[in-house]
């Protein structure tokens, strides 16, 4: 270290500079029975950490957000709350670690008020729901898919949700959660008395032999590890028909840990008054093969005999697959934001619209599964970016399927498994490349 430096310039002290970027930026999950390893709450516990918060805070990977402005992409508006720190910020952690971690006077430390209260959960005022009772995954599988249908009397006869959240019960083993309703009811049917039934991927879309009803989904949140509420912006709201059922897909991912119990919960609250745009998800990508007019997968470098293939081959430290999709709507739609989405090989994502032989990034995405996200944009809906038909959307899936990826090689060791050819598929140890892409639609009249 420069050992002038501190001297020089005076080092910044816990107490005025460094406990506010903490409280502003950290404490959410770093704080005693938060997600965070570890509490940041007093002096000890920060001194302690501070080579560390220096190294993480300095590659960016804490406070955890993937969405990067990079030379390949600058996204036409700011995101809402983005939780990118500055460079100031950063500096002023680095400068306080080489000085020595002072503590400096406690009387310089900021107001009580200042200190951050931000939830990762909806206010006391939301409505919260869960299951029956607790599920066990069973031993025999390693991903298992689990649906559960809640009872929900606050929208049986339809409603407008303004936020959402997944309260994973048991984050060990609990992959990733997808929620949505179903308007005609038939998965409500294929519940047990616990409320739950099996819904292995592929059997949710679709009457079952000896089923009158089809099921009838419509998407409204995605949540996996890392995910936050999803609070709609004033007078935006998802749609919920009335009698439609909720149901709750859990992906478990049980691996080599042990077999433990878990009860995920989910949290919304209802809009006070009419919206005036309802939030529509269009899910791009995940093609297996090209489709006739160009849309799908495109070709990529690891291609076999001219094979056009979805296939991350075993050690490829860098190889992508491309996906694109034409928007058919009948009018052009203002998005809202996007839902980049891969498994634990994913290390990129990046979304492009194309039109008239331009190209306009909308996020770039440095993956990572332990922190996905709703990415969504801040302005008014009548400032957002519109979609139009015709328009084409890219999507670019970069992935490592090395043991230099962490994320990949620590489910790798606890199943005993080397890198291997890594194919499409719903499997945790299979890939996507998806994005869903959040819509407004103007509420009909
Ligand atoms: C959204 C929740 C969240 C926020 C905000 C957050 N962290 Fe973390 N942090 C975590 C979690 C969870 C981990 C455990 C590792 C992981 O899952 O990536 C972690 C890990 C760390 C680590 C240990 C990394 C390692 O692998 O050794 C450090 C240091 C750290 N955080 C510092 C910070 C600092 C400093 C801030 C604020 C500038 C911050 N974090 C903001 C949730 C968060």
Redesign the pocket.
């Known amino acids: 270290m420069p050992a002038n430096l501190a001297t020089l310039e005076g080092s910044p002290t816990y107490h005025r500079d460094v406990a506010p970027?903490?409280e502003r930026?950290?404490i959410?999950?770093?704080h005693e029975g938060?997600?965070?390893?570890?509490a940041?709450t007093d002096y000890e516990q920060a001194r302690a950490?501070a080579p560390?918060?220096t190294?993480?805070?300095g590659a960016r990977?804490?406070?955890?957000w993937g969405a990067h402005d990079t030379h390949e992409c600058v996204p036409p508006l700011p995101w809402r709350e983005d939780?990118r720190?500055s460079d100031e910020?950063i500096m002023t952690?680095r400068r306080w670690d080489l000085g020595g971690a002072p503590e400096g006077d406690s009387k310089d430390s900021p107001p009580a008020d200042l200190v951050s209260t931000q939830s990762?959960e909806l206010d006391a005022t939301a409505i919260d729901i869960a299951p029956r009772a607790a599920y066990l995954p069973t031993s025999s599988s390693l991903d298992e898919f689990r649906c559960f249908v809640f009872d929900a009397p606050e929208i049986e006869s339809g409603a407008h949700i303004s936020a959402i959240h997944v309260v994973p019960g048991n984050r060990r083993i609990v992959h990733h959660v997808t929620v949505f309703t179903d308007r005609s009811g038939a998965l409500a049917k294929r519940a047990g008395p616990d409320g739950s039934f099996d819904c292995p991927p592929g059997s949710l879309d679709r009457a079952l032999p000896g089923e009158e009803v089809a099921p009838q989904n419509a998407t409204i949140l995605a949540w996996a590890?890392?995910g936050?509420p999803l609070r709609l912006p004033d007078g935006v709201a998802i749609e919920i028909a009335p009698k439609s059922k909720i149901v709750m897909e859990v992906h478990y991912s049980t691996g080599a840990r042990s077999i433990e119990p878990d009860l995920t919960r989910l949290q919304f609250s209802l809009a006070a008054t009419k919206p005036k745009y309802l939030v529509g998800v269009w899910g791009v990508g995940n093609f297996g093969s090209p489709l006739e007019n160009g849309d799908g997968l495109q070709p990529g470098e690891n291609d076999r005999d001219g094979v056009v293939e979805f296939r991350i081959p075993a050690q490829a430290e860098s190889h992508a697959e491309t996906m694109v999709a034409t928007f058919t709507h009948g009018g052009a739609l203002p998005l809202f934001g996007l839902r980049p989405h891969a498994h634990l090989a994913g290390v990129e994502i990046k979304v492009d619209v194309l039109r008239n032989g331009a190209t306009q990034c909308m996020l770039q995405d440095s993956w990572?599964f332990?922190?996905q996200r709703i990415y969504t944009y801040e302005a008014a809906p009548e400032h957002l970016p519109m979609l139009y038909p015709g328009d084409r959307v890219r999507i670019r899936c970069s992935y490592n399927n090395t043991m230099m990826n962490r994320r990949l090689a620590q489910e790798l060791r606890e199943r005993g498994l080397r890198p291997m050819d890594i194919f499409g598929g719903p499997d945790t140890l299979s890939e996507m490349c998806l994005a869903d892409l959040l819509l407004l639609v103007k509420t009909p009249e």
Do not use: N, Y
């Not at 938060?34 to 570890?38: A, D, N, R």
């Not at 990977?61 to 955890?64: A, D, K, L, Q, T």
């Open positions: 970027i903490l930026r950290c959410k999950c770093h938060g997600i965070g390893p570890f940041l950490m560390v918060i190294v993480e805070t990977r804490m406070p955890p939780e720190m910020e952690l990762l590890p890392g936050k990572d332990h922190w």
